[in-house]
């Protein structure tokens, strides 16, 4: 069994980060997010239980976020965020920019880009319309990993989710 895996926290012990994270801030910094984020599992708001439908479904599905410092602001502190599922050869992958907020922090984003790739050809590439700014998805950062083995958030709607770090 990979380290990263069984080394998870539980769900309570997230619910106390996220308590801690509140209240104090998670500590969380810009450098310790970038990466190739794996998705390991999902909890609907107000639930005890891992939602394992849709954690098994994202796992197959290869779901992965990955955030990259933003090239084209060096001197601010800006990713470039993907979100993307793989069935097969076939990628679907939604990328645009975020940025940290806060003391907890809030990693706000928006998607301009919409891709599908059957391997390495790109079938469509769309341009998405911005959001606006007060209505941007987030993810609310709880905790991650002191060796940055997973990350953990909160997101918009309420679900709890669990990345692992991308070797």
Request: glycine content about 6%.
């Amino acid at each position: 069994m990979d380290e990263n895996i069984r080394n998870l926290p539980s769900l309570n012990k997230l619910n106390e980060l996220e308590k801690k994270a509140r209240i104090e801030g998670s500590g969380i910094e810009f450098d310790s997010l970038l990466g190739l984020w794996k998705f390991n599992s999902v909890w609907k708001q107000e639930s005890d239980t891992e939602d394992s439908i849709s954690s098994t479904l994202l796992q197959v599905l290869s779901a992965s976020l990955e955030l990259k410092k933003d090239i084209q602001n060096p001197e601010e502190e800006k990713f470039t965020i993907a979100n993307a599922i793989k069935f097969g050869l076939l990628t679907l992958r939604f990328s645009g920019y975020a940025n940290l907020e806060r003391k907890q922090p809030l990693l706000p984003f928006s998607f301009n880009c919409i891709q599908i790739k059957l391997a390495s050809l790109t079938i469509l590439k769309r341009s998405l319309p911005a959001p606006d700014q007060k209505k941007r998805p987030f993810f609310a950062l709880i905790a991650i990993d002191p060796n940055g083995k997973w990350l953990s958030a909160r997101g918009k709607g309420g679900g709890l989710a669990l990345w692992v770090k991308d070797k």
